[in-house]
Each structure stands twice: as structure tokens, then as C-alpha cells.
């Protein structure tokens, strides 16, 4: 039972493409969050979504931008990639922070491969 | 901010137990979190202290000092498939939400 998709589990695009990634959710979560992950490093947070209301992390690139059309589905778009964006891109889901003690579940990744 | 130290790698044999530990600087948390990543996975959530102690959930269980800026992932009856990376995190509220602020991950090796 799949609480957390992630399509396409790979990506490639070219240099400088718009790319979008996507996560839908089955928990009825209100949180989504966005992370990126490079290879033998931390997962690092670009941003998240409470309901509707966007929080983006500081040092968070304009070239990454997010879109959540409804509770299920939250999207990360990337509008000019360039080889340094190759990551592992990990949407998670909670409920709201009560205290910072809710449990984040992750999906699976989409890998992206910039060429 | 917070500086969150783990080792890099350790090994351990099959049925033993391993002892991860974290280390931690940070201005202050609501929880310690646990996550196993296996390699080209997402993290799946093991465990996780509000309070100083222990919280033991069948072969894993989870250890918390603030006052020592301290915490411990343990690993009991090791299996092979426990071979994986093994990350704490800090999480505080942020928006609505939490933000996780993970280490590096300590990339445990299960020999037979």
C-alpha cells in the first residue's frame, strides 16, 4: 500500500531543461516537504508546504520552485538545471509540527541525472 | 544552527549488537529522530526521543541525553538486511511543519 508516490523513480534531462517532479500522498497529511539528497550526504530541505502556505528554506536556489495544487499532490519544478542539481529529490509527508514531534514518511525518490 | 556528528562507517557481525551513536550541537529541538536509508531508497522512519531515556522498539531502540548533547541508535540480533545507512535528525517546528535536520549517516556493514 503505497502511502507516498514519487514519479518518475528517474529522471534525465538536459542541461538547462525545465524539469518537474512529482509526489502524491494517501495519508491526507497536511505537510509536504521537498528534500535533496546527494550522493553519501544528508538529506537537505528546499522547502515545504502547511496546507497551502509555502516555506521555503533560505538558502534554498530560485531555480527551485514548488507547486500544490491540493492536499495528495505537490510538485518541484526545476527551471534551468545544471550538473550540480543531479541528486536524489525525496518528497516526504506529516502531520502539522505539533511540537516538532510528527513523523516525516518519505517516498521513494526521484533520481535525476542532468546531462 | 545544529551540527549534527555521527561516524562514518562501522561494521558489525551477524546476531551482534552495534551501538550508533550521534552527537549533536544545536540551539535547541523538540525531537531526535532515526531514519535507515538503504542505498537508492527513501529513509524509513525507526524511532524517535522527546525525552532523555530510552525507547525501545523491538531489535531497535533509541537513546536521548540533552544534557550530554547525546543521543544513541541500538541495533540488536543483527541481520544481514540491517546493512544500511543509519541517519539521525533534529526536527523543530517550522512553518506548520518540522524541519528535519539530518547527519551524515553512519553506514553500518553486517558481516556474516
Known amino acids: 500500500d503505497a502511502m507516498v508516490i514519487q514519479n518518475p523513480r528517474y529522471q534525465v534531462t538536459q542541461f538547462g531543461k525545465p524539469v518537474t517532479l512529482s509526489c502524491s500522498q494517501t495519508?491526507?497529511?497536511?505537510?509536504m516537504y521537498w528534500y535533496q539528497q546527494k550522493s553519501s550526504q544528508a538529506p537537505k530541505l528546499l522547502f515545504h508546504?502547511?496546507?497551502?502556505?509555502?516555506?521555503n528554506e533560505a538558502d534554498t536556489p530560485d531555480n527551485f520552485q514548488s507547486r500544490r495544487p491540493n492536499t495528495s499532490f505537490c510538485f518541484l519544478d526545476i527551471r534551468s538545471p545544471g550538473l550540480g542539481d543531479a541528486a536524489m529529490y525525496l518528497c516526504?509527508?506529516?502531520?502539522?509540527?505539533?511540537?516538532?514531534?510528527?513523523?516525516?514518511?518519505f517516498g521513494p525518490g526521484t533520481r535525476l541525472l542532468v546531462l | 544552527g545544529q551540527n549534527i556528528d555521527q561516524p562514518t562507517e562501522m561494521t558489525a557481525t551477524e546476531g551482534a549488537i552495534v551501538q550508533i551513536n550521534c552527537t549533536y550541537q544545536?540551539?535547541?529541538?523538540?525531537?531526535l529522530f532515526w531514519y535507515q536509508q538503504h542505498a537508492g531508497e527513501a529513509p524509513t522512519f525507526l524511532s524517535y526521543?522527546?525525552?532523555?531515556g530510552l525507547e525501545e522498539k523491538g531489535r531497535f531502540s533509541s537513546f536521548l541525553s540533552r544534557s550530554k548533547g547525546y543521543s544513541y541508535l541500538l541495533l540488536k540480533e543483527l541481520q544481514m538486511k540491517d546493512s544500511a545507512s543509519y541517519l539521525c535528525?533534529?526536527?523543530?517546528?517550522?512553518?506548520?511543519?518540522?524541519?528535519?535536520?539530518f547527519g551524515t549517516g553512519t553506514q553500518l556493514k553486517v558481516e556474516l
Open positions: 516526504a509527508t506529516s502531520r502539522d509540527h505539533a511540537g516538532g514531534r510528527e513523523t516525516q514518511y
Open positions: 495519508l491526507n497529511h497536511n505537510v
Open positions: 508546504y502547511y496546507d497551502k502556505d509555502f516555506n
Open positions: 544545536t540551539s535547541g529541538f523538540n525531537g
Open positions: 526521543n522527546v525525552l532523555d
Open positions: 535528525a533534529v526536527s523543530l517546528p517550522e512553518g506548520g511543519g518540522n524541519k528535519l535536520t
